[in-house]
């Protein structure tokens, strides 16, 4: 049995589409297939904005769960680094409000 490891795309397909300038996968649909004189396809895709966009085969994918927990993970990770960020953030402020109130730590009053 000949298995085809060839990804291809028909036109209704629901896919994610790489946006390059929000490095995220973004849903679309294969709106038309155009083939250039080597027969190498390009996509008219329908995003979900409602926007077209020519595209190739390397810059889009079928729909899987593997790709929604892709996209989950990195979510996931980008909400954890903001909010390792914010609690830095207060973790500054309060030290910056005692140091400015006068507070001092019980180790620097040991050192009297």
Do not use: C
């Not at 038309?32 to 390397?58: C, F, H, M, W």
């Not at 830095?88 to 910056?96: A, E, L, M, P, T």
Request: glycine share 6%; aromatic share 6%.
């Amino acid at each position: 049995i000949e298995v085809e490891d060839e990804v291809t795309f028909e036109v209704g397909d629901e896919v994610e589409y790489f946006d390059a300038t929000l490095s995220i996968w973004v849903d679309a649909k294969v709106k038309q297939i155009d083939y250039d004189d080597e027969l190498v396809p390009s996509y008219v895709i329908l995003l979900a904005t409602g926007r077209e966009k020519n595209t190739i085969k390397d810059r889009i994918r079928h729909k899987s769960i593997e790709n929604l927990m892709d996209a989950l993970n990195v979510i996931i990770g980008k909400e954890v680094r903001m909010r390792r960020k914010l609690l830095r953030s207060k973790k500054k402020n309060i030290v910056g409000k005692s140091l400015h109130n006068g507070n001092i730590n019980d180790d620097e009053e040991e050192g009297d």
